[in-house]
């Protein structure tokens, strides 16, 4: 695992189950955003009421062990990445009282990681409609393929949820002992009613007068006037703009109607908001993009600054487009062309060989028929072509 600071607390705790208040775009409250495995149905009279389901992950964590849907803090920590739990550890551990963390129904909110719709302007491949209502009709069209992400992720989700109710996240940060930190994910959280609607009702009632973060988490393509002039009374915005690939690529891997030179005006007007305390280019790696990322790298520093921060964040699921089902060479290829210097655990880790059980129970040669369906299939209902940009994908497509 990462070396880092670790508390003396057990070796998989993490404070998201005592701090943070996840609610997700689906209706459903869980213990972060990168744990999805419990989905636990909101109540419009209580929110964030402690769940002896909750209280049961903290005493397993408490005594050290693993949490089922932790995997990616996991495997980040095991591949030498700076992990969600960690970074966790370091922002919100000096909040809590460390002598009350096994009381049941101890919590202090103090971070609120809010999807409120899945609303999205875009379908990008490796979503689905449970973050974006624009895969819906594409997703109908695929439901056939029964392996694929697209349904896996849909089961268990309750449909006779009441929804998100603004007035009782308002409420809870108005209980909130001393500031808070929101961020704000989708669907794509610019282009929702409800993130208005809250950011509206936060300054009405001052509460952004001691939020001392606001981090954004956006596509950036589709925004209006009046959101961004409530934005702009926030102290402080962390703002984190998902750019996966360019030019051609990035219309096709984002699903987008909106083309490559108009994506970069628009972000151009967001990055200029005057209270943008840190702008992150957020790069998603996968099958369809790794070997464009170096050349994303030195778009970016040309396009934001040099200084602009590059987080590098490696898809471990759907499994059909990771990048480890391409072919060594090809992952070798593309960390020649990644400054190691500043990227050095990502070169380390595309010249490292995969395991043989990166893909569970499936051969390698399983999860690129995976691939092949998956991107035909896809191609076919969005009058595309991925050798049509990619050539050289002509060897997995064959």
Known sequence: M????????????????????????NSTVGLCCMNQSYNIKTKDDGLFDQHDQIDAIKQRMLAGEKIRGCDRCYADERNNFKSLRTQYIEDFLPRLDINRLSEKNYQNIVYFDLSLESKCNQKCRICGPYNSTAWLKDAEQMSDLDWSHINHMMRGIPSDNPGISVSKIIDTMQAADGDIVIELKGGEPLYTDSVYELLSRMVGLKIHERTTIVRIFTNGTQY???????LAEFPAIRLAISIDAVGRLHEYTRGTSVSWDECRRRWARLVDLPNIKNLKISNTIYAYNLHDVGNLHSWARSEFGKDVWISNSILNGPYQLKNTLLPQAWREAAADLIDYGEHHKLVDYLRRPIGP??????SLQEAREHFKIYTQRLDQLR???????VPHFAELMA
């Open 2 to 25: 990462l070396e880092t600071a670790q508390p003396d607390i057990s070796p998989t705790f993490c404070p998201a189950p005592w701090a943070i208040s996840c609610v997700n775009a």
């Open 224 to 230: 209006d006037q009046k959101l961004l002039d409530v």
């Open 357 to 362: 059980n990166e893909f569970g129970k499936l």
């Open 383 to 389: 009058g595309e072509n991925i050798l049509d940009i």
